[in-house]
């Protein structure tokens, strides 16, 4: 079982230690070096800030997309990468990744011709309704560059039918419907990499709330951010993965610190049993009156709808704007105007802050979103190269990773063994090939577990083929389904907390379940959660208390869900700052 095979620490037992690597940054791109550099047989400490996944990496759209709208940009060598590694994923990670058919609701015939034609000759163009043959043509050209390891079918284009009638604006007169994909839960597809990755490379080993002080000569002055205890280890070699924070990280390598810019993408989670029903589905991608391409697909139970596109100096400050979410249902109610759209819908926001090479685009959309490795050899105050990521997206991250990781092995002086394109990630391996093949791997997990079907299907779709184990595991440590928390029992809980590094309650609601962004969280499952969690980990009385007040800080002030108060502080304060800084929200007008 991938997971199991994870090896954390803190960062008071990595104290004199050496690394061949140390990876910093812990997003999707980060984790990608990490796993491809122990399938070398490279020997790697993976340390972030946060917890693993905490960034942008856990705030995508979720689609897992070749980017369509970067062929107006001319980017056709962007798209056949993209397309490439969307086909890959279907394959090496079919239980978290799946095909998400797509319509493209089109009004007019020949809209956007000629603001389409100045974006590719590089010259401004103003923004107009993509038409019929602009669309049709970009789609054809997206089935073309997408043909590698194809698992898609071709676009098709027809007059808007009658249901659909019902659910655009009454000019819609075509759909165009083609094939993307999307991602369930990123978060555990990271930690999979993880995993495949310390099984591959039995001396690698993970840190997170460990952040970088500062780097001199060959060491490296590491944070415990849990406990504040600081450390220092050498290596060879360091990898800046940490997207936004790029230049950040670099200056305290004594780096290239000018190369990245971020750009917040907001989201919402949207209760709306009318729209998710008429979507039948399907995603639609559309265009606001402002130009800006937008999302709404059906994901678990609601609806997600993305996204706004608005620079932002520091990332550790991004959070959802009442502008954003105030712009995103406008936006709705202009493509669907038959359906209400209100702030009563929003079950959960979210955002993440993309890392875009440093670009002078008047608009953030302008801006490309292809990635780039950048080296800085060793210098006087610092005796290691430092490779840095430069951009890049969740889609890509392997092919990323890749040219990273040959980097790093230049400056090692070692060769490539294995190439990762064609391996499963996690449970991917051994994933049934039809659907016979599919109802024998779920009744092997309901004898595994003595489960009635149901719970077996949803243990599937979390583990993937690892689910067979799993639920052999829960059974024996109790499988009792919980009453307040839909979906979960107290061992799978238990296992989460104790296999994945958890070490907020945060990290298990936000990162290792969709309880939250799945808008099913209560104030009673959280605590039933946070009771749970403290006697997994040994957390006192106090330190459960604080960690419910963090927990709900968070779903406030990041995620705009309110829920009950925490109980009465407890007489003696927590023997640890488990507290958030106070974070203004920023008033950028996404439009």
Not at 69 to 75: A, K, N, P, Q, V
Not at 99 to 104: D, E, H, I, N, Y
Not at 450 to 478: C, H, K, M, P, T
Request: one cysteine or more; proline letters at 6%; charged letters at 25%.
């Amino acid at each position: 079982m991938s997971v199991d095979q994870l090896r954390w620490q803190r960062p008071g037992a990595l104290a004199g230690r050496h690394f061949s690597v140390v990876v910093i940054g812990a997003g999707i791109n980060g984790v990608g070096v990490f796993r491809d550099l122990c399938l070398q047989g490279v020997d790697c400490l993976l340390i972030d800030k946060g917890d693993v996944a905490a960034g942008a990496s856990s705030a995508p759209s979720r689609m897992i997309h070749g980017g369509l709208r970067y062929l107006e940009h001319g980017s056709f060598s962007l798209v056949a990468e993209a397309t490439r590694e969307r086909n890959l994923l279907l394959r090496n990670a079919p239980h978290l990744v799946k095909p998400l058919k797509t319509v493209v609701p089109l009004s007019n015939r020949f809209g956007g011709l000629l603001s389409s034609v100045l974006r590719f000759t590089r010259l401004a163009g103003s923004p107009s309704a993509r038409g019929l043959f602009v669309v049709s043509l970009g789609l054809r050209l997206y089935d073309l560059l997408g043909r590698r390891h194809r698992v898609m079918p071709e676009h098709r284009v027809d007059p808007v039918s009658r249901h659909d009638m019902g659910l655009f604006r009454p000019d819609v007169r075509w759909a165009a419907t083609f094939y993307d994909a999307f991602i369930s839960h990123p978060e555990w597809l990271i930690l999979e990499l993880l995993g495949d990755g310390c099984r591959d490379e039995q001396r690698s080993v993970v840190a997170n709330y460990c952040k970088l002080e500062q780097g001199t000569g060959k060491t490296l002055s590491l944070r415990d951010e849990l406990t504040g205890e600081t450390v220092q280890l050498t290596c060879d070699v360091v990898v800046n993965a940490t997207g936004a924070w790029l230049d950040r990280c670099a200056g305290a390598l004594d780096a290239d610190s000018a190369r990245v810019m971020g750009t917040k993408g907001s989201h919402l989670v949207l209760d709306h049993p009318a729209l998710r029903r008429l979507l039948e589905g399907r995603m639609a991608y559309f265009e606001a009156s402002d130009g800006r391409v937008c999302i709404a697909y059906p994901f678990l139970d609601q609806v997600l709808v993305g996204s706004t596109d608005i620079p932002v100096d520091d990332p550790d400050q991004a959070a959802t704007d009442p502008a954003e979410v105030g712009y995103l249902l406008g936006v709705l109610r202009e493509m669907f105007p038959r359906l209400p759209f209100e702030r009563k819908h929003v079950l959960y926001t979210f955002v993440g802050v993309r890392p875009l090479a440093r670009s002078r685009a008047d608009q953030p959309g302008g801006i490309a979103r292809d990635h780039s490795v950048a080296v800085d050899p060793p210098s006087t105050q610092r005796q290691v190269p430092v490779v840095g990521l430069v951009g890049g997206k969740w889609t890509t991250f392997r092919a990323l990773a890749e040219l990273a990781t040959d980097e790093v092995l230049t400056w090692l002086r070692r060769g490539r063994r294995r190439s990762t394109e064609p391996l499963p990630i996690g449970g991917g391996a051994h994933w049934p090939a039809h659907d016979k093949a599919k109802d024998n791997l779920v009744a092997d997990i309901q004898a595994a577990g003595g489960l009635g079907r149901q719970r077996a299907i949803e243990l599937l779709n979390r583990y993937g083929s690892v689910a067979v184990d799993l639920a052999e595991r829960f059974a024996a440590d109790g499988d009792a389904m919980l009453a307040r928390v839909p979906g979960y029992s107290a061992a799978e809980l238990r296992y989460l907390c104790r296999q994945t590094g958890v070490a907020h309650l945060d990290d298990l609601v936000l990162r290792r379940t969709l309880l939250a962004i799945g808008g099913r969280l209560t104030a009673e499952a959280l605590n039933e959660m946070a009771t749970i969690a403290a006697k997994a980990l040994g957390w006192d009385a106090r330190r459960q208390s604080a960690e419910l007040q963090r927990c709900r800080v968070l779903l406030r002030e990041r995620h705009g869900v309110a829920l009950a108060e925490v109980p009465p502080t407890p007489r003696h304060a927590p023997s640890f700052d488990a507290s958030l800084p106070a974070r203004p929200l920023p008033t950028s007008n996404p439009t």
